[in-house]
């Protein structure tokens, strides 16, 4: 599907903030639980730490988090919660399922305006989330509008697993988006996105839905925890990355290498490097922080913006390509001048 500007607005990122948890993992800790080495996971991933959430610590709940990521965006966009129309939160970590995410966070910041609720993309959430926000204000419908990305992935992990479980971490990432006017230069430019359930194999959790209760047998195999088909996952990830920000460039009139910054899911630095080759772009114009925090789903591409951002590397009137896929599976691309 392709969304491109037709009418009098647009709508563009005015903020970003992160947030993580203080404790951090390191592989040669992981090497002390599992039949792995550091080596390995550099290798392999890219990965060198990750951050996790402390269970029952309510700071390190999922919507205390997006609230702290929130708070920061709010701040650099010069807006306060009281301006919120809208709060998106893409999570498949909820804090619990009822009520939502998006409405711990919005009670934690206190945004009493706004409108609440969560969107499930898995490691796509933000992305999908960034689209739909985006489809709100362009029909000037609102003016203002809060994505957050978060996930607590640990809280799913087979920490058994040695396959999956050294790839996860917990985190969040926010962003405030505002309606503007559609001659505005610094917009999003164009939203691709798409699913196939078809895959729905390649990466699940069986158990915790209402498919299947999780009782003791069910934890006691697992089944309440991810499950990943690793190297097929790769392919389908290295292919939908690079053929979304291909059509993200076409439609826009861009050529491979035109881009100045490529923000993408943070799954594994080969397959990043695999979609940099593809697109023509050297590393140095791809933001990256799966060295330090693992794959954090929802939260890669927000957080990954955010200190391109703050470090002032990406800079007013630049191409930025966010680009995704997640469990679903799911995927897409945003491209947006700075
Ligand atoms: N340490 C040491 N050896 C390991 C480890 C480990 N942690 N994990 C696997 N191995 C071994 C395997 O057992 C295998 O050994 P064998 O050859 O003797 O059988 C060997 O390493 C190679 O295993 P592969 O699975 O082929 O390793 P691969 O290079 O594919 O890397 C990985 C595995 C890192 C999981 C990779 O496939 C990957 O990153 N896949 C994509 C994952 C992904 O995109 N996930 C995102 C999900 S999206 C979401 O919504 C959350």
Not at 11 to 24: N, V
Not at 29 to 40: A, G, R, V
Not at 261 to 281: F, Y
Request: charge should be neutral; hydrophobic fraction near 45%.
């Amino acid at each position: 599907m392709i969304a491109t500007n037709f009418g009098p607005f647009a709508s563009r990122i005015t903020g970003t903030g992160s947030a993580f948890p203080d404790q951090r993992l390191t592989n040669l800790e992981l090497t002390k639980k599992i039949d792995t080495t550091d080596e390995w996971i550099r290798e392999r991933t890219g990965i060198q730490e990750r951050r996790i959430a402390q269970a029952g610590s309510e700071a390190d709940r999922n919507s205390s988090l997006g609230a702290r990521a929130a708070l920061a965006a709010l701040e650099m966009a010069a807006k306060t919660a009281s301006d919120i129309d809208l709060i998106l939160y893409a999570t498949c970590t909820p804090d619990t399922l009822i009520p939502s995410t998006a409405c711990w966070l919005q009670k934690k910041i206190g945004a009493t305006k706004a409108w609440a609720l969560d969107v499930n993309a898995a490691c796509s959430g933000f992305v999908f989330g960034l689209a739909t926000a985006d489809s709100f204000l362009r029909s000037g419908q609102f003016k203002t509008a809060l994505v957050v990305g978060g996930d607590i992935l640990t809280s799913m992990t087979n920490w058994e697993d040695r396959g999956s479980c050294i790839l996860f971490g917990d985190g969040a990432g926010a962003a405030i988006v505002e309606r503007t006017e559609a001659t505005n230069p610094r917009r999003i430019l164009s939203v691709h996105m798409g699913a196939d359930g078809r895959h729905w194999e390649l990466f699940h959790v069986q158990a915790g839905g209402s498919n299947m209760e999780v009782t003791a047998e069910v934890r006691a195999k697992k089944l309440d925890k991810m499950e990943m088909k690793g190297r097929e996952m790769f392919k389908v990830a290295v292919r939908t990355l690079g053929d979304y920000a291909v059509q993200a460039l076409e439609s826009n009139g861009l050529a491979l290498g035109d881009l100045d910054w490529l923000v993408p899911h943070q799954a594994n630095l080969r397959i990043i490097e695999a979609v940099a080759k593809r697109l023509e772009l050297p590393m140095e114009k791809v933001l990256i922080n799966i060295d330090r925090y693992g794959n954090t789903s929802s939260a890669t591409i927000p957080t990954a913006l955010d200190e391109g951002v703050r470090k002032g590397l990406v800079k007013p009137g630049e191409t930025v390509l966010l680009d995704a896929f997640g469990a679903g599976v799911t995927y897409g691309s945003i491209l947006m001048r700075w």
